[in-house]
């Protein structure tokens, strides 16, 4: 299975702040990345998808980027509502694999 | 907008079979891939596996040899049965739908099994 490496696990920051999630793969999975959110008492929202396209209503301040093993969430200007648990997850090999989250919280 | 609802029983015997349904409102089974994922602290989110209109079905090698997951597109709903089930399968089970770009939107709630005698 590829093992997907969330770093950090957890996060602060403040409204406003700029800050950036990686994602690493054990191996290549080209751009079969997706990124979620996970709000308490939500659905998980999918926010990003091959690696880079912005879903559909999703907020432009949420981009992605990366290919091959390395990747990166991008949240250029957090807003309250941002505070949240973020997943990334390989959709190259079955069995499709998850990150453990990185869990952004207020500072 | 399409929702999905998970319902079954919240408490399942170990070395009996988890039943769970997935109820689709707002839009059709009749496309797309519908996936149960499961998450667990111990193992976080876990992918159990698929099924596509056709009736095609893909399994999380794992987990495959106890794992069926079908479609009912008169009922716009798809199940989960995981049989001969252990402590180690407690967890929040999700359901999702995704299309050919494989990203999974929208998802359940989510709804708690915990296996205990």
């Known amino acids: 299975d590829i093992q997907m490496t969330q770093s950090p696990s957890a996060l602060s920051a403040s409204v406003g702040d700029r800050v950036s999630i990686t994602c690493r793969a054990s191996q290549t999975i080209s751009t079969n990345l997706n990124w979620y959110q996970k709000r308490p008492g939500k659905a998980h929202r999918l926010l990003i998808y091959?690696?880079?396209t912005l879903q559909g209503g999703g907020p432009s301040r949420f981009s992605g980027s990366g290919s091959g093993t390395d990747f990166t969430l991008t949240i250029s200007s957090l807003q309250p509502e941002d505070f949240a648990t973020y997943y990334c997850q390989q959709t190259y090999n079955i069995p499709f694999t998850f990150g453990l989250g990185t869990r952004l919280e207020i500072k | 907008q399409v929702y999905l609802q998970e319902s079954g029983p919240g408490l399942v015997r170990p070395s009996e079979t988890l039943s769970l349904t997935c109820t689709v409102s707002g839009g059709s089974t009749r496309s797309y891939y519908w996936s149960w994922i499961r998450q667990s602290p111990v193992k976080g989110l876990e992918w159990i596996g698929y099924v596509y209109n056709t009736g095609t079905t893909n399994y999380n090698p794992s987990l495959k040899s106890r794992v069926t997951i079908s479609l009912d597109t008169s009922k716009n709903q798809f199940s989960l049965r995981l049989t001969s089930v252990s402590a180690a399968d407690t967890a929040v089970y999700y359901c999702?739908?995704?299309?050919?770009?494989?990203?999974?939107?929208?998802w359940g709630q989510g709804t708690l099994v915990t296996v205990s005698s």
């Open positions: 999702a739908r995704s299309g050919t770009n494989w990203g999974y939107d929208p």
């Open positions: 091959s690696a880079s």
